[in-house]
């Protein structure tokens, strides 16, 4: 079993609709949890960071962090056709260890 | 953020070959790292780099297949040696910078070996 479990997708919503991703965790250590955007051909992009569980949000992007349920969520509203990309989460037991547990990534795609 | 430039973005090599990426980055950093990012996976952390000493390797990667130089604390080397169609992947360079050291990737090397 992978340390960190990610759907793959492709997951396809219409331009405007809500695009709901997780993850989930098997290791209770994991305190520092992020979303990555990977877009084709490029490298990933940062886009929340979170440590406590609860919700933070960013513009569109709202993270969400359930550590009794080792749960994360990454939620975009009024998504847009330049959403689409892989999205990647992230964690660590550290603020700044030496690597990170990533995912598989979801490949999300927004439909005009 | 940091801004990262890696070189090339993309190559085709033949196999038995070897390829040498480059990472710059616009401001000293004490750790680089170098990830492994197979077709239809996540990524694999290969190595940290520190200046001035010998690169950390994780399980699974050698020094003589992926030999790393970082000369100063700007800029690193990844070297992909003898390779196989098995290495075809993207290469990526990241740092650590700012508020909690969060982890800044340079736009990565697509590899192919034929």
């Known amino acids: 079993q992978k340390e960190v479990e990610q759907d793959p997708g492709p997951l396809s919503v219409p331009e405007g609709a809500i695009v709901s991703l997780n993850c989930t965790y098997s290791?209770?250590?994991?305190?520092?949890f992020m979303w990555y955007r990977q877009y084709s051909r490029k490298g990933p992009e940062l886009l929340m960071y979170?440590?406590?569980?609860g919700n933070k949000e960013d513009g569109r992007f709202t993270a969400q962090v359930d550590k009794s349920s080792k749960y994360i969520s990454l939620f975009i509203r009024d998504s847009q056709p330049s959403d689409s990309a892989t999205y990647l989460c992230?964690?660590?037991?550290?603020?700044?260890?030496?690597?990170?547990?990533f995912g598989g990534g979801t490949r999300v795609l927004v439909k005009p | 953020s940091a801004v990262i430039s890696q070189k090339p973005s993309r190559d085709i090599c033949q196999r038995g070959t070897s390829l040498t990426i480059q990472c710059q980055v616009d401001?000293?950093?004490?750790?680089m790292f170098w990830y492994r990012q197979q077709p239809g996976q996540s990524l694999t952390l290969i190595a940290t780099?520190?200046?001035?000493?010998?690169?950390?390797?994780e399980s699974g990667f050698v020094i003589d297949k992926f030999p790393i130089s970082r000369p100063n604390l700007t800029f690193s080397t990844l070297t992909v040696s003898n390779m196989s169609p098995e290495d075809s992947s993207i290469y990526l360079c990241?740092?650590?910078?700012?508020?909690?050291?969060?982890?800044?990737f340079g736009s990565g090397t697509q590899l192919s070996v034929l």
């Open positions: 990241s740092v650590r910078w700012g508020t909690n050291e969060k982890l800044f």
């Open positions: 979170t440590y406590s569980s």
């Open positions: 401001s000293q950093v004490t750790m």
């Open positions: 290791n209770s250590a994991f305190q520092y």
């Open positions: 780099a520190n200046q001035g000493s010998e690169a950390t390797y």
């Open positions: 992230a964690m660590n037991p550290k603020a700044a260890g030496n690597k990170l547990t």
